[in-house]
């Protein structure tokens, strides 16, 4: 018994860590882009992405969490030998966390999910021999990795093409985009909902066949477009007072600027209280010199753009909501799948793995990611959302839509793919739509590169944790 | 020693090692803002074109020499701005515009403040006076020059407009429009530059040889910024995204 209540131990310590890991990095990146764009200030973002990511692991987390459990590594293989599956997930979490802090000190773009899996891979493939792996699912997930990007840029790039075509050829871009906002608030939540409800929810024991489940996402999706629209209609234009800036005349720049230059020279000389006068209006002169230089700058066609930013502000917190929940539905499998795997060993001494990941360990990753968001996570955010200034809420709404359609519905078919390279994917969308002032591509070539690094190592490390635990208990 | 204010700084600075900001990172700078920065340097030559002529009407040459000294200087602060962001274009950054027409306008902006300074240098060669006989015309012409570059300037300061629709839409519509404009007045300063030139050739005989040559050329470098400036309008339309 002993030796089994200390892996247990082990087991949960591990889990909970990777839990806490994606918390605390992984939901910065999928939650940053609403935050760099000041759709949601930092606290928000915070509160938003806590509940939405425990929802998400919450309700819809066992899929993925039942494909890292079972469907990489037949547990069949280990009947003869359980323990060994348990220090196989254990030395995976183990492997995961400790190449994911590598990772991180030398700043590689590397995916939690891609780690977790390379090292289930490894300690199957070292352990289990080759037969152990499912490689025609292993295949499909791989290519997951692949598509998954791309369909998170294709999404973003048709939703971002959409809103250019829609509003931004309007002759009123306000009013076009109050118009198109039920339309999307509707695919949002219908989508949203669709993906809860259809054979999902097992966990409240609510079974809808796809039908029934069609009507409700359907309704949800047409309440929330009715409640909605109200409230976008209220949003005013914001062209309050018409500040036509009068075009001055070069000369008048000019003289200003000559002004600015003899003032300062002034105030360099002066001292006391003429120097503080001078100071003063210097910075004056400074203002005005520069709004006359400006000249046409300050216009009515600005001030649409920022109301329609304003609209997509709003419907950006739905966005991050949706990728808050998405990214807490696949993720929490990274730490929880290979938990539920070692604790199903532990517990009975068999490999038998019960129909599904108990409700309660979903919880626990929920709770674990929450935890890494509120010690750690929240720093993360704050960073990345300093440093991305130039995403405006047009764009962070369609990067999000891209890619929490694309996670939510790898999710629900149990395929564990990362967050943060489909949201780099859906931004790259939004570049190619010309949306963005300029894209780092070294970080793509980057990201390629950790893929084919990440596996080896986690497998590597696995196997390596594997014997260590072997070794430990025998 | 490190006070430790700036060792406060860096803490976040060491904490930033431990994260993983991968979309950050995605994240580059933004290649328009320098651009216009760029621009408002050779704008600062440009106003100083004006102001040379405004000193040779005066007769003040000293204020010339001055003047032409300045215009080197911002000429140089121009350039700088131009490595530093021909720099950022280097390699692996994905720009909403094609990168071959970007470091066109940077060196079409570029070229503007080399004929200002061009302009400076023409000027300090000998004392030159403005005769009697062309002054009026060479004011209109050189008025006209200026405000061609103004729209071309405008046109510049759009472009964040631009970026934030994207090149598309009504912003681009406006831009266009901008465009014609400044086509039909690099098309008036061509019309005024022929009368100045027919007004100095009624001088031929009259004027030393050297200074026919000298205004030719000065009138040739003062019409080359608005030959310029069309050209940047028409860099900057091919980047936009029109109806049709």
Not at chain 1, 141 to 150: A, C, N, T
Request: net charge neutral; charged share 20%; with cysteine.
């Amino acid at each position: 018994m002993g030796t089994e209540s200390v892996l247990l131990g082990f087991t949960l310590l591990f889990g909970v860590y990777m839990a806490w890991n994606v918390g605390a990095n992984d939901v910065a990146n999928a939650m940053g882009t609403s935050v760099g764009s000041r759709a949601l200030t930092l606290r928000r973002a915070v509160v938003v992405a806590a509940i939405m990511e425990f929802c998400g692991a919450f309700f819809v987390g066992s899929h993925v969490s039942d494909t890292v459990r079972r469907g990489i590594v037949n547990p069949e293989i280990f009947v003869s030998n359980p323990l060994f599956l348990a220090y196989g997930m254990i030395a995976a979490l183990l492997a995961a966390g400790a190449w994911l802090q590598v990772a991180s000190y030398y700043g590689w773009p590397v995916s939690t999910t891609h780690s977790i899996i390379g090292a289930i891979l490894g300690f199957g493939v070292v352990i289990g021999g080759f037969r152990a792996v499912y490689w025609h699912q292993v295949g499909t997930i791989v290519m997951s990795w692949i598509v998954s990007p791309l369909m998170g840029g294709i999404i973003a790039y048709l939703i971002f093409t959409l809103l250019r075509r829609r509003i931004f050829y309007a002759s009123n871009p306000v009013e076009a985009a109050k118009k198109l906002t039920p339309w999307l608030v509707f695919s949002l939540f219908f989508v949203l909902t669709l993906v809860m409800l259809f054979k999902g929810l097992k966990n409240l024991n609510l079974h809808l066949p796809f039908a029934r489940a069609l009507e409700f996402a359907t309704a949800i999706g047409l309440i929330a477009a009715l409640v909605s629209w109200p409230l976008v209609r209220r949003i005013r234009a914001g062209v309050a007072p018409q500040r036509e800036l009068e075009i001055q005349p070069p000369k008048v720049a000019k003289a200003l600027i000559k002004a600015v230059k003899n003032l300062r020279q002034a105030q360099t000389d002066s001292s006391g209280e003429t120097h503080y006068q001078l100071t003063r209006l210097l910075s004056e002169v400074e203002m005005l010199a520069k709004t006359a230089q400006r000249g046409m700058e300050v216009e009515a066609g600005g001030d649409h753009l920022k109301a329609v930013e304003r609209i997509f502000a709003y419907l950006q917190i739905m966005s991050a909501c949706f990728v808050a929940f998405a990214h807490g539905a696949n993720d929490v499998a990274n730490a929880i799948g290979p938990l539920a795997a070692a604790v199903d060993v532990l517990k009975t001494g068999f490999v038998a793995m019960e129909a599904s990941v108990p409700i309660w360990m979903l919880a626990l990753g929920g709770l674990g990611i929450v935890v890494g968001l509120a010690t750690w996570g929240w720093r993360v955010i704050e960073t990345i959302g300093k440093k991305i200034t130039e995403l405006t809420p047009t764009r962070g709404f369609s990067a999000e839509f891209g890619a929490a359609m694309t996670i939510v519905i790898a999710s629900k078919i149990g395929l564990p793919i990362s967050t943060t390279h489909t949201l780099v994917g859906a931004v790259l969308g939004i570049g190619l739509a010309r949306g963005l002032g300029a894209l780092n591509l070294r970080i793509v070539r980057d990201i390629i590169v950790s893929w084919i690094v990440t596996i080896p190592a986690g497998a590597i490390l696995a196997v390596l944790f594997f014997y260590v635990f072997r070794g430990l208990f025998g | 020693m490190e006070s430790l204010d700036e060792r406060k700084e860096k803490i976040p600075h060491l904490l930033e090692n431990l994260m993983r900001t991968i979309i950050a990172r995605l994240f580059g700078r933004s290649p328009i803002p320098p651009l216009q920065f760029h621009m408002s340097k050779v704008a600062e030559c440009v106003q100083k074109v004006d102001d040379l002529f405004s000193a040779l009407n005066a007769g003040d040459y000293e204020k010339i020499k001055t003047i032409s000294e300045q215009i080197s200087e911002s000429e140089h602060a121009a350039d700088l701005a131009k490595d530093d962001l021909r720099n950022d274009l280097a390699h692996g950054v994905f720009l909403p515009v094609d990168k071959t027409t970007l470091l066109t306008i940077l060196a079409l902006q570029d070229s503007i403040a080399d004929k200002c300074e061009d302009i400076g240098v023409l000027l300090t060669l000998k004392r030159l006076e403005l005769s009697e006989t062309f002054k009026d015309d060479f004011q209109q012409f050189l008025s006209k020059n200026l405000e061609t570059f103004g729209v071309a300037q405008r046109i510049i300061q759009q472009l964040d407009e631009l970026l934030s629709t994207s090149f598309a839409g009504v912003e681009a519509e406006k831009v266009k429009k901008m465009v014609d404009d400044v086509a039909f007045k690099e098309h008036e300063a061509d019309l005024l530059q022929r009368r100045l030139l027919q007004r100095l050739f009624e001088l031929e005989s009259a004027m030393p040889h050297g200074t026919f040559y000298l205004w030719q050329k000065i009138f040739e470098a003062v019409g080359n910024l608005s030959n310029l400036s069309e050209n940047l309008g028409h860099r900057v339309r091919t980047l936009l995204d029109l109806k049709s």
